[in-house]
Protein backbone atom coordinates (compact mmCIF):
# COMPACT_ATOMS: atom_id res chain seq x y z
CA UNK A 1 0.00 0.00 0.00
CA UNK A 2 1.53 3.08 -0.99
CA UNK A 3 0.74 6.52 1.05
CA UNK A 4 -0.58 8.02 -1.91
CA UNK A 5 -3.35 5.23 -2.08
CA UNK A 6 -4.36 4.43 1.57
CA UNK A 7 -6.40 1.22 2.26
CA UNK A 8 -5.99 0.17 -1.58
CA UNK A 9 -5.74 -3.57 -0.24
CA UNK A 10 -9.06 -3.20 1.28
CA UNK A 11 -10.43 -1.64 -2.02
CA UNK A 12 -8.75 -4.49 -4.18
CA UNK A 13 -11.03 -6.95 -1.64
CA UNK A 14 -14.33 -4.71 -2.07
CA UNK A 15 -13.86 -5.08 -5.93
CA UNK A 16 -13.16 -8.78 -6.19
CA UNK A 17 -16.17 -9.60 -3.88
CA UNK A 18 -18.55 -7.37 -5.96
CA UNK A 19 -17.20 -10.02 -9.07
CA UNK A 20 -17.95 -13.02 -7.41
CA UNK A 21 -21.29 -14.50 -6.42
CA UNK A 22 -21.18 -14.96 -2.48
CA UNK A 23 -23.41 -15.75 0.12
CA UNK A 24 -26.89 -14.05 -0.18
CA UNK A 25 -28.25 -12.15 2.56
CA UNK A 26 -31.81 -14.36 3.69
CA UNK A 27 -34.87 -13.30 2.61
CA UNK A 28 -33.35 -11.53 -0.42
CA UNK A 29 -32.73 -15.21 -3.01
CA UNK A 30 -35.78 -14.22 -4.52
CA UNK A 31 -37.25 -14.34 -8.15
CA UNK A 32 -38.34 -10.70 -9.31
CA UNK A 33 -38.00 -7.21 -9.49
CA UNK A 34 -40.87 -6.13 -6.70
CA UNK A 35 -40.31 -8.56 -4.47
CA UNK A 36 -36.61 -8.30 -4.11
CA UNK A 37 -37.82 -4.62 -3.42
CA UNK A 38 -40.38 -5.30 -0.82
CA UNK A 39 -37.70 -8.17 0.85
CA UNK A 40 -34.99 -5.20 0.68
CA UNK A 41 -37.15 -2.84 2.50
CA UNK A 42 -38.08 -5.44 5.09
CA UNK A 43 -34.11 -6.09 6.17
CA UNK A 44 -33.63 -1.90 6.07
CA UNK A 45 -36.05 -1.90 8.54
CA UNK A 46 -34.84 -4.77 10.75
CA UNK A 47 -31.86 -3.18 10.51
CA UNK A 48 -32.27 0.20 11.76
CA UNK A 49 -35.27 -1.03 14.21
CA UNK A 50 -32.03 -2.31 16.13
CA UNK A 51 -30.35 0.64 15.75
CA UNK A 52 -32.90 2.93 17.43
CA UNK A 53 -33.23 0.61 20.27
CA UNK A 54 -29.58 1.74 20.86
CA UNK A 55 -30.76 5.27 20.83
CA UNK A 56 -27.75 6.87 19.25
CA UNK A 57 -28.19 6.05 15.65
CA UNK A 58 -30.83 8.59 14.41
CA UNK A 59 -28.79 9.97 11.49
CA UNK A 60 -28.76 6.36 10.06
CA UNK A 61 -32.27 5.51 10.83
CA UNK A 62 -33.51 8.52 8.89
CA UNK A 63 -31.37 7.61 5.88
CA UNK A 64 -32.80 4.03 6.33
CA UNK A 65 -36.34 4.98 6.60
CA UNK A 66 -36.09 6.79 3.84
CA UNK A 67 -34.66 3.72 1.74
CA UNK A 68 -36.98 1.86 3.04
CA UNK A 69 -39.66 3.70 2.34
CA UNK A 70 -38.58 4.15 -1.60
CA UNK A 71 -37.95 0.49 -1.55
CA UNK A 72 -41.49 -0.52 -0.37
CA UNK A 73 -43.30 2.31 -2.82
CA UNK A 74 -41.16 0.72 -5.91
CA UNK A 75 -42.70 -2.84 -4.94
CA UNK A 76 -45.73 -1.96 -5.34
CA UNK A 77 -44.87 0.14 -8.76
CA UNK A 78 -43.43 -2.67 -10.21
CA UNK A 79 -45.86 -5.40 -9.05
CA UNK A 80 -48.55 -3.55 -10.95
CA UNK A 81 -46.16 -3.06 -13.73
CA UNK A 82 -46.32 0.52 -13.89
CA UNK A 83 -42.48 0.99 -14.46
CA UNK A 84 -39.24 -1.17 -14.50
CA UNK A 85 -37.27 -0.91 -11.75
CA UNK A 86 -34.76 0.61 -13.84
CA UNK A 87 -37.31 3.12 -15.39
CA UNK A 88 -37.02 4.69 -10.91
CA UNK A 89 -33.32 6.71 -11.33
CA UNK A 90 -34.50 9.09 -8.48
CA UNK A 91 -36.69 9.58 -5.55
CA UNK A 92 -38.91 11.84 -7.49
CA UNK A 93 -39.56 9.48 -10.16
CA UNK A 94 -40.22 6.59 -7.28
CA UNK A 95 -42.61 8.98 -5.63
CA UNK A 96 -44.35 10.17 -8.94
CA UNK A 97 -45.16 6.56 -9.36
CA UNK A 98 -46.46 6.18 -6.28
CA UNK A 99 -48.85 8.68 -6.63
CA UNK A 100 -49.77 7.64 -9.95
CA UNK A 101 -50.00 4.20 -8.65
CA UNK A 102 -53.04 5.74 -6.23
CA UNK A 103 -50.54 4.85 -2.92
CA UNK A 104 -51.06 8.10 -1.60
CA UNK A 105 -51.76 11.48 -3.05
CA UNK A 106 -50.40 13.88 -5.45
CA UNK A 107 -49.87 16.36 -2.42
CA UNK A 108 -47.98 13.65 -0.45
CA UNK A 109 -46.18 13.21 -3.05
CA UNK A 110 -45.02 16.41 -3.29
CA UNK A 111 -44.58 16.64 0.59
CA UNK A 112 -42.49 13.28 0.26
CA UNK A 113 -40.31 15.09 -2.56
CA UNK A 114 -40.11 17.96 -0.40
CA UNK A 115 -38.86 16.57 3.05
CA UNK A 116 -36.12 14.63 1.26
CA UNK A 117 -35.02 17.67 -0.68
CA UNK A 118 -35.07 19.82 2.20
CA UNK A 119 -34.40 17.32 5.21
CA UNK A 120 -33.01 14.36 3.77
CA UNK A 121 -30.40 15.89 2.02
CA UNK A 122 -29.62 18.36 4.73
CA UNK A 123 -29.07 15.48 7.22
CA UNK A 124 -27.27 13.49 4.66
CA UNK A 125 -24.81 15.86 2.51
CA UNK A 126 -24.96 19.49 4.93
CA UNK A 127 -24.45 20.31 8.54
CA UNK A 128 -28.22 19.60 9.97
CA UNK A 129 -27.87 17.20 12.11
CA UNK A 130 -30.43 14.13 12.67
CA UNK A 131 -32.75 14.39 16.18
CA UNK A 132 -34.50 11.63 18.05
CA UNK A 133 -37.76 12.50 17.19
CA UNK A 134 -37.09 12.84 13.41
CA UNK A 135 -35.71 9.43 13.97
CA UNK A 136 -38.72 7.97 15.33
CA UNK A 137 -41.62 9.80 13.40
CA UNK A 138 -39.74 8.67 10.17
CA UNK A 139 -39.10 5.21 11.19
CA UNK A 140 -42.83 5.25 12.24
CA UNK A 141 -44.03 7.15 8.65
CA UNK A 142 -41.52 3.98 6.94
CA UNK A 143 -42.89 1.31 8.84
CA UNK A 144 -46.66 2.66 8.37
CA UNK A 145 -46.25 2.31 4.68
CA UNK A 146 -44.71 -0.59 4.48
CA UNK A 147 -47.23 -2.24 6.23
CA UNK A 148 -50.11 -0.60 4.39
CA UNK A 149 -48.48 -1.06 0.78
CA UNK A 150 -47.88 -4.92 0.44
CA UNK A 151 -51.49 -5.16 1.86
CA UNK A 152 -52.72 -3.13 -1.05
CA UNK A 153 -51.12 -5.15 -2.98
CA UNK A 154 -52.37 -8.40 -1.79
CA UNK A 155 -48.95 -9.38 -0.83
CA UNK A 156 -48.58 -9.13 2.86
CA UNK A 157 -47.36 -12.47 2.84
CA UNK A 158 -44.40 -11.86 1.26
CA UNK A 159 -43.15 -9.59 3.95
CA UNK A 160 -40.59 -10.93 5.92
CA UNK A 161 -39.72 -8.27 8.89
Known amino acids: MSSE ?10 VAAFNQRGTVEPGLNVEGDALLQLRKACRILDGIRALRDIDRYHTLVVEGSFAA ?3 TVQFYVVERGLAESNELLSHEDTFDYGAQAGIFSRSTKD ?7 NHRNSTYYQQERATAEQATTMLAYAECMH ?6 AGRAHDCVC
Open 5 to 14: DPCSDELSAI
Open 69 to 71: LER
Open 111 to 117: ELIELWK
Open 147 to 152: DHIPKL
